[in-house]
Every structure is written in C-alpha cells, then in structure tokens.
C-alpha cells in the first residue's frame, strides 16, 4: 500500500526536524516521494504498512451502507492524485501532486475494533465543533465505530484531564455553537505522556485539529508513535482563522470570520460618516498573514484604507499614512480603516520579546498605538480636530459558530479525515488543493505560512478598490518587502511576473 504504479520509484528523503514548546528531541520524518513520467512527482503520506508488516485488511462498510447505494462509484481510485498547480504553460513538468481524499476500497481497521480521540488546540474558530461533530458521526454512520472519545483541554489533556465520551448524540447539535465542547490550550505538548497516554488506552485513531503549531506537535506525536510501532493513525485537521496555513486553498473558519468581520466595519463606518472629519478604526485578526483584512476589505467596500503585515508602511513623511488621512477627510470627510493586528509591529516603540505558549511572540496593540499616534498627530502638529472610534470585535469574531459555507467545508475535512485514518493513512493533514481534497505530508503544512503576496493582483486590487497609495516607493523596497517570500505557489491570474505590470501595481493616490 502506497506506491501508485510498479514503474514508480519510491524515494524516502529526510526532513527538517519538527519542534514544538515543549518538543525538545529532534525527530526525523521521512519524505515519501513517487516519481512519474514528464516530471510527475507524488508527495505522498506514510501509511501504517510502511512500518508494520501483515497488517490484515477488511472489506470497507461502505459498500453496504445505504447512505452510499445511490453513489456510481464508492470509492477513489489508488492512482488518484490532486496536482498542486492546475495551471501551467504547454511544457511545464506535471509538477508536486497530493493523494486525493476518499474512502477507499479496503480498510486497516475492524469497526469493534476503533478507539479513536479527538484534541482541539490553540486558539478559537468558527467551525470547530462542527469538525467535531463530523468527525464523530462520520466514524459512526459510515463505518460503524461506536467508540470515540475527545480530549479535554487541548494537548495536556492525554495526561491531565479527563476525558468526554463523544456519540452521535453528544455532538448532535453542537455545530450551532461557537467555541469548542472539549476545550482547548496552547501549549502542554509532552511527547512521551501523551504516546504513552494513547498507548495505556488503547487508543488507535487521532485526529488532531489546530493551526501550524498544533500541526507541528502532530508531526512529533505521529513520529514518536512510528518509532515505538503502534498501530495509530493520527491525522491533522487545520484550523486557523488567519488562513496562514500553506498548500491548502483555504482554511476552516476563514469565511465566518471575514463575514462577521463585515459587521464591525459596517459600525464604523456609521460612526466615520456621523461626525466631522469621523475616523472608524477596526483591528481585524492577523499576526503574520494579513487575508482576513484584505478579504474584508474587498468585500466590505466601505474602507478607505488596508494595513497588513505583508505590507510595511510609514506614518509620516511624503507618501505616508498621515499624509493619506489628511487628504482623504478633506476630500470625504470622515475614513474607515482596517488594520491587522500583525501589520506595523515594527513600527511600535517597545514591542515584546515574549512568546506565549504556543510559541507565538506576543504583539503590542497596534490599534491602540496607531489610534494614538493618529490623534496626536492630528492634534499637536496639524490642530485639526477629529473624531476617531476604534473598534477591535477580534473575539467576538472568534466565538461565533461557523456560516454555512464553513460547516460545508468542515462536513468534507471531517469525513476525509475518517476515510483517510480507516484506509490506514497517518501522518496526514487533510485540506482542499485546487477545491479537490487530499492528504499532505505534514511536512508541507509546517514549513512555512501562507502570506499576502502583494505583488499580486489580489493586492493590486485592493489598492484600486481603497485608492490607498502602496506605501511602497521603489522598486527596491518591493524587493526588501518580500525577500522572504518565495514567488506564489502557481502561475494564476493572481500570479504576476512581469516587471512593467509589478510597477504599475505601485499605485499612489
């Protein structure tokens, strides 16, 4: 199992070691490579025959499940792939390709025979206990699995907590509330209590839901469980609001959030255009990747300025914020301005050095301290009287349940995660490459974050759409803004290379 044609080689390569809190030991996970013709390459996931010989098989219960009986075809195919650019030039190699999700036509494990736990970790999102609950009537509608528990409190609770018994009908209306029912933390990752935890249960199947950090301390678990030969699947459900997690299209909770966030804006605008040369501030989420921001933005029409960490800005000076505001109260009379709560934190006098548990550094209020900065500003050197509210709904963002388009998706996330752990695969994140789900090496999904790229059209358009000047005043500072960042991950129509149409992107207003 695992190997999609006999004239494929298989190569296993090593990987960068995965750390997380406190994750001391390093630890080696194997890339598990396929090579076709016309450079085709298959990135694939282990699978728990890689490591434990003679594993029986059994007929997979869908075959028999009435839910299934109108579907033609039950079942992908094991040469099934998702390729990770669908759009390519005419001599283009066929580039990285992921396993597509699905039930398969054998599975690993006796449906008597399943104990499997469910963790949530870090922070909130509108959707994760509809994952919860899918995950949980998936394994037991489709294939029989009577036994699911959830772990209390994130990764400390495997060997601090109790645990929660989970049934189809716990979890039956838990999707219409925000927040999660088995509660959650950042960090308590110790690798050994928590194999050992699973180990002394008899525990077989993980699924593990959270953002690059959790996926991180999945990785190790998944590891640590490989060393020892366990027959465990542990699979990875991604979750984080920011959509900062790579290779996948886009991440569960985000539509809620930009949705919700539409609210806020909303309020200040009202409040913007009530009052004399009236300023609306809104700090939306965002450490690092600033596309709730920028998705808000666009859909919201009513702001009039965009700050994201991707794109650094200056506040005085020819071209600077200040100078933005001045003109456009003149011009308008009132502006509203979105700010991510990553963007400017360089600019922010005495920002921490601290990190929370997770690993992430702590940020200063950058919409406090702007808005600050803005009245003083406006005040002492211009004595120009203006009326600034700022608004920061982050939490309340946080808490609410998931939208419908978001329970949708996460139905999909759950019950390809169930699929993926029943035919045996582990060491596997699920998510939606090109709108097709597939399973991805964790090793992809913790290399890097996923970030505005904005040398692309998307941020283009959001420049015409605000008519906010760039910040940006040469080429050079371009080149310095994204020396990071590698080129976007397909030749799209967000996708610019051209050296004339990257400068014309430079708008000013």
């Keep these: 199992m695992g190997s999609l044609d006999d004239n494929f080689a298989v190569h296993n390569l090593n990987?960068?070691?995965?750390?997380?809190?406190?994750?001391?030991?390093?630890?080696?996970?194997?890339?598990?490579?396929?090579?076709?013709?016309?450079?085709?390459?298959?990135?694939d996931v282990p699978h728990l025959s890689d490591y434990i010989p003679n594993l029986p098989t059994y007929t997979n219960p869908l075959q028999h499940n009435p839910s299934y009986s109108v579907v033609k075809q039950y079942f992908v195919n094991e040469d099934d792939t998702v390729a990770e650019k669908v759009v390519v030039h005419k001599n283009s190699p066929r580039g990285i390709h992921f396993r597509r999700a699905g039930p398969c036509q054998k599975v690993y494990f006796e449906p008597d025979d399943v104990y499997a736990c469910i963790v949530t970790c870090g922070g909130l999102c509108p959707g994760l206990n509809t994952v919860i609950r899918e995950i949980v009537c998936g394994l037991h509608y489709m294939y029989g699995v009577s036994r699911v528990m959830g772990i209390d409190g994130g990764y400390r609770g495997f060997y601090s907590k109790n645990t929660i018994p989970l049934t189809p009908k716990v979890v039956n209306n838990i999707h219409k509330r925000g927040g999660t029912i088995l509660g959650t933390s950042r960090?308590?990752?110790?690798?050994?209590?928590?194999?050992?935890?699973?180990?002394?249960?008899?525990?077989?199947?993980?699924?593990i839901i959270g953002g690059d950090g959790t996926q991180r301390g999945a990785a190790v678990i998944f590891e640590e469980i490989r060393r020892r030969g366990l027959n465990v699947a542990v699979a990875g459900i991604p979750k984080t609001i920011d959509n900062d997690i790579p290779v996948i299209d886009k991440s569960f909770g985000f539509d809620s959030a930009v949705e919700e966030a539409q609210r806020a804006i909303s309020a200040?605008?009202?409040?913007?255009?009530?009052f004399e040369n009236g300023i609306g501030l809104v700090k939306l989420m965002g450490r690092d990747s600033g596309f709730i921001a920028m998705y808000a933005t666009l859909a919201s029409?009513?702001?009039?300025?965009?700050?994201?960490?991707?794109?650094?800005?200056?506040?005085?000076?020819?071209?600077?914020?200040?100078?933005?505001?001045?003109?456009?109260?003149?011009d308008n009379g009132h502006m509203v301005i979105v700010i991510a709560e990553g963007a400017g934190q360089e600019l922010v006098s005495e920002s921490l050095k601290s990190t929370d548990p997770s690993g992430n550094?702590?940020?200063?209020?950058v919409g406090l301290w702007i808005s600050e900065r803005i009245k003083e500003h406006f005040s002492k050197q211009k004595k120009m009287l203006i009326n600034l509210k700022y608004i920061d709904p982050t939490y309340m963002i946080r808490a609410i349940p998931?939208?419908?388009?978001?329970?949708?998706?996460?139905?999909?996330?759950?019950?390809?995660?169930?699929?993926?752990?029943?035919?045996?695969?582990?060491?596997f994140t699920v998510g939606p490459v090109n709108n097709r789900?597939?399973?991805?090496?964790?090793?992809?999904?913790?290399?890097?974050?996923?970030?505005?790229?904005?040398?692309?059209?998307m941020w283009a358009r959001l420049l015409s759409s605000t008519n906010q000047p760039s910040f940006l005043r040469t080429r050079v500072d371009i080149i310095k803004a994204n020396k990071?960042?590698?080129?976007?991950?397909?030749?799209?129509?967000d996708a610019t290379t051209d050296d004339n149409l990257m400068e014309k992107q430079i708008l000013t207003f």
């Design 15 to 43: 990987n960068i070691s995965c750390s997380m809190g406190e994750v001391t030991n390093s630890q080696q996970q194997k890339k598990k490579i396929v090579i076709g013709d016309d450079g085709y390459v298959l990135e």
């Design 187 to 207: 960090g308590g990752h110790v690798t050994k209590k928590i194999v050992d935890s699973i180990q002394d249960r008899g525990i077989n199947q993980v699924y």
């Design 268 to 274: 200040a605008h009202v409040e913007a255009t009530s």
């Design 301 to 330: 029409r009513d702001v009039d300025c965009c700050l994201i960490p991707e794109s650094p800005f200056y506040l005085e000076g020819s071209g600077g914020l200040f100078e933005y505001i001045e003109h456009r109260l003149k």
């Design 361 to 365: 550094k702590l940020l200063q209020d």
């Design 402 to 427: 998931s939208n419908a388009s978001d329970n949708v998706y996460c139905t999909l996330l759950a019950q390809s995660a169930v699929h993926g752990a029943m035919a045996g695969y582990t060491g």
């Design 437 to 457: 789900n597939a399973y991805i090496p964790f090793n992809r999904i913790i290399e890097k974050q996923n970030k505005v790229v904005i040398t692309d059209r």
């Design 484 to 493: 990071d960042e590698e080129p976007p991950t397909q030749l799209s129509d």
